[in-house]
Structure formats: structure tokens, C-alpha cells
């Protein structure tokens, strides 16, 4: 069993840039990749980052590559999701979420979840 928790959400400028953190309980989160979603109101919820359990490989979706920077620290038992050059199209609920295996990026292989943390982007 994983829990998860997230934070470091809220409100920004365009352009400007948060930090999110999701911190782990459980013993096996450390043999998990893990990865950001987001869900915007009256839309599915889409993938937007993931890292490999050795934090050595990590993988984006096209909207957020070369803005967004996901990390892992395992002693820390957390992941962190950078983003940088905020849109106002970034503005959703943030997930992380954990997996059995890299590169996934569809909601049905990730199998714990976070309760989510909201940012939005002003113009």
C-alpha cells in the first residue's frame, strides 16, 4: 500500500513557476515509477510527466517537455514536479500517481493516486 500526498500548489502569473511535491508512504514506493497527471474542469484527466523508479529516466507529454522538469528523491520518499514558463492552459487539478512500470502514461496503469492539488495560471 502507497499514500500519497501532494502539495505546493496555487495561484500564479503566466509566465511564472511552482514547485509541486508529492510525498510517499509505504515501503514499496521506492520500486514504483511515479508521474504527474492533471485534470482540467470538463476535460480528462491527461498525463503529464513520469520518472523510472531509479529516477534516472523520465519522459514527458509534448504540452509541458522543455518547461516541466520531474524528479525523484527516494531517501525523501517524494517526487517533484518543476514548472517553469507557466501557460494559462496549465491551470488544473494535479495528480501524482504511482506505477509497476516505466513509461506509462494512461490513468489505467497507474494504481495509487494522490487527492490532487489545484493550480491555476492567470493571464
Known amino acids: 500500500q502507497v499514500q500519497l500526498v501532494e502539495s505546493g500548489g496555487g495561484l500564479v502569473q503566466a509566465g511564472g513557476s511552482l514547485r509541486l511535491s508529492c510525498a510517499a508512504s509505504?515501503?514499496?514506493?521506492?520500486?514504483?515509477?511515479a508521474g504527474w497527471f492533471r485534470q482540467a474542469p470538463g476535460k480528462e484527466r491527461e498525463f503529464v510527466a513520469g520518472?523510472?523508479?531509479?529516477?534516472?529516466?523520465?519522459y514527458y507529454a509534448d504540452s509541458v517537455r522543455g518547461r516541466f522538469t520531474i524528479s525523484r528523491d527516494n531517501a525523501k520518499n517524494t517526487v517533484y514536479l518543476h514548472m517553469n514558463s507557466l501557460k494559462p492552459e496549465d491551470t488544473a487539478v494535479y495528480y501524482c500517481?504511482?506505477?509497476?512500470?516505466?513509461?506509462?502514461?494512461?490513468?489505467?496503469?497507474?494504481?495509487?493516486w494522490g487527492q490532487g492539488t489545484q493550480v491555476t495560471v492567470s493571464s
Open positions: 509505504g515501503r514499496t514506493f521506492n520500486s514504483y515509477a
Open positions: 520518472v523510472k523508479w531509479s529516477a534516472d529516466i523520465t
Open positions: 500517481a504511482t506505477a509497476r512500470h516505466w513509461l506509462a502514461v494512461t490513468t489505467n496503469e497507474y494504481n495509487y
